[in-house]
């Protein structure tokens, strides 16, 4: 097993190799960064596993920004994944500046992105996992962790046929959910018993008589190890997207269903457990210390990327961030039914300095060929850099609310707390690909109604306790909703029902007035029969109308009570 020491020597020796030049553009970086240094490995033992998650169907290279604000609350005060910047970058030993410095945190984005260009693209991805494959024949495991098939143009086209399709020629060998659910029970049933890949939720169930409707464990054998794949879907699917379109499945975290299942796996002979699992970090972190007998969680949902396995009694946990930026590599030393050892690598996929897979490329291309005038379409250009990603408001999610208050002739705009989506940097084209990006979903039509202050108060006060719930078990969604056209202070510490004060309107500077009543536009409402234009048509209609998109960072929500690792400093 990798010592720390040896990890932190092994981060400075490869900051050395490639970061230790001046910045010299694209181009030299990518010289710097090779195909080969990314490979670079010691195997061990007998299994690898690798882990992506949350990739969100981006099928190319692009940027996408690490946030500057991540707050740990309860138990995960001040811990992984809760740590931003230069926090972050301490706690792993990595050199600021360096390749992995800028694509595992968000200081001096837009130069070290125009430095060491773009990440991410299964195209690249894919020479990454033959080249470990032949190395290891017989010995690896490829596991996705679910929000596959949401997220661009062409899935939404193609209702995820497209990202099956892909992850198919990729080798995936077992897969979970989320996001998928969004194309409804029907599409989801259609996919999941058509492809190859197994499609593993144990924490689905039928509401009538509780019967399981997916495949709970899929049992390998990788180098002479009995590995048993345990799959949970996100277990607040019904509550954080829509019910009407998963009418008749149960979900939930039911810990105590994942210990039958973990139990039942051993009973059959498993040498290794594993819980490819889509509950989020946090809840992870709580599930490995109460179910016995878990060797690893390969986690996803939160977007997190770790460069180190965290440890939580005899449980490692493996989280690989999203979009494609990362391939987690674990390989793993099994004896007497128990990880012996370990080593791991968390390996950007650095687009520039890795060859495409051929016969990956042609796929990728034959599948958005027929979508070239909607995804190459150019709205407009950005003058900013443009992110979604981190507790608050990003510059995306402000762009999209300016549109949302802009269509809707509203006084204030809501926007939901995703997490996935490119980011552009300034000068940049904001192509239908971008757009998409951020707004392709299932149930997209921006809704226009009245709410009174209180009621817009109760609102952020509900969102705020599914993020900053001190119980990582109550933490049923995404991040804090962004707000357009509203300014207010939030205390992260309080109690439910505390946190949210100062509420005020940008326009005018007034405070919000609880009994008055205000117009408010949003989207991605999960109440079905909810009316008003797509909000990628609205969207792209704002931008072709401003034809240059500039941004400020956004200063209207105020935060207090948080702890100084997890905010930009």
């Not at 694509?103 to 130069?111: E, I, K, M, R, S």
């Not at 990440?119 to 470990?132: E, Q």
């Not at 919000?512 to 009543?517: L, R």
Request: glycine share 10%.
């Amino acid at each position: 097993m990798l010592s720390r020491r040896d990890i932190l020597q092994a981060s400075a020796a490869a900051a050395v190799i490639m970061g230790g030049m001046p910045r010299l553009g694209a181009a030299a970086a990518a010289q710097r960064i090779t195909q080969a240094d990314l490979l670079r490995f010691q195997p061990l033992g007998q299994v690898t596993l690798l882990h992506f998650t949350d990739i969100h169907a981006q099928l190319v290279p692009l940027h996408f920004r690490e946030p500057s604000v991540n707050i740990g609350v309860g138990e995960a005060l001040g811990l992984p994944p809760h740590l931003v910047g230069r926090h972050l970058l301490q706690k792993y030993g990595i050199k600021a500046s360096s390749p992995e410095a800028h694509a595992l945190a968000y200081p001096d984005f837009v130069q070290l992105a125009q430095d060491y260009g773009r990440l991410g693209g299964v195209a690249h991805m894919a020479t990454l996992v033959k080249a470990i494959r032949a190395e290891r024949p017989g010995n690896t495991l490829l596991l996705d962790g679910g929000d596959t098939w949401q997220g661009s143009y062409t899935s939404l086209a193609t209702k995820g046929a497209d990202m099956v399709q892909v992850m198919e020629a990729l080798g995936v060998d077992a897969m979970t959910a989320h996001w998928e659910f969004t194309y409804g029970a029907d599409r989801v049933k259609e996919l999941a018993e058509g492809m190859k890949i197994p499609f593993l939720c144990g924490n689905v169930k039928d509401t009538g008589f509780g019967d399981p409707v997916f495949e709970a464990t899929k049992f390998f054998e990788r180098g002479g190890v009995k590995i048993a794949m345990i799959g949970q879907a996100f277990p607040y699917t019904p509550i954080a997207n829509p019910r009407y379109m998963i009418p008749d499945w149960s979900f939930g975290i039911d810990e105590e269903k994942v210990q039958e299942h973990v139990d039942a796996a051993r009973a059959k002979g498993a040498d290794l457990v594993v819980l490819l699992s889509h509950n989020g970090f946090d809840v992870d972190r709580k599930l490995a210390a109460r179910v016995a007998g878990i060797d690893v969680i390969l986690t996803g949902h939160t977007h997190d990327a770790i460069p180190e396995p965290v440890i939580v009694g005899r449980t490692l946990l493996v989280a690989p961030g999203s979009h494609g930026k990362f391939l987690a590599r674990l390989d793993l030393d099994v004896k007497d039914r128990k990880v012996a050892g370990w080593r791991f690598r968390l390996i950007p996929v650095f687009a520039d300095a890795i060859a495409p897979d051929p016969a990956m490329a042609r796929l990728i291309d034959g599948i958005r060929a027929p979508h070239r005038g909607v995804i190459d379409k150019v709205y407009g250009t950005a003058d900013s850099l443009l992110y979604r990603r981190g507790n608050f408001n990003g510059t995306f999610d402000d762009l999209i609310c300016q549109a949302l208050i802009d269509g809707r002739d509203a006084e204030i705009a809501l926007s939901p707390g995703f997490r996935w989506g490119a980011t552009l940097l300034p000068g940049q084209p904001i192509t239908g690909d971008a757009l998409y990006s951020q707004t392709a979903i299932t149930y997209p039509n921006v809704y226009r109604t009245q709410m009174t202050g209180e009621y817009l108060r109760t609102v952020l006060e509900d969102v705020a306790d599914n993020l900053f719930n001190p119980d990582p078990y109550y933490q049923q969604g995404g991040d804090m909703v962004r707000v357009g056209g509203l300014a207010y202070t939030i205390d992260v510490g309080k109690p439910i029902g505390q946190r949210i004060s100062n509420m005020t309107l940008l326009r005018s500077g007034q405070a919000v007035d609880p009994a008055k009543t205000y117009t408010v536009a949003g989207w991605a409402s999960i109440n079905e029969g909810t009316e008003g234009p797509p909000v990628y048509d609205l969207v792209g209609k704002y931008i072709a109308a401003q034809k240059t998109v500039k941004i400020p960072e956004n200063r209207s929500v105020t935060v207090r009570g948080a702890d100084p690792s997890g905010i930009a400093g």
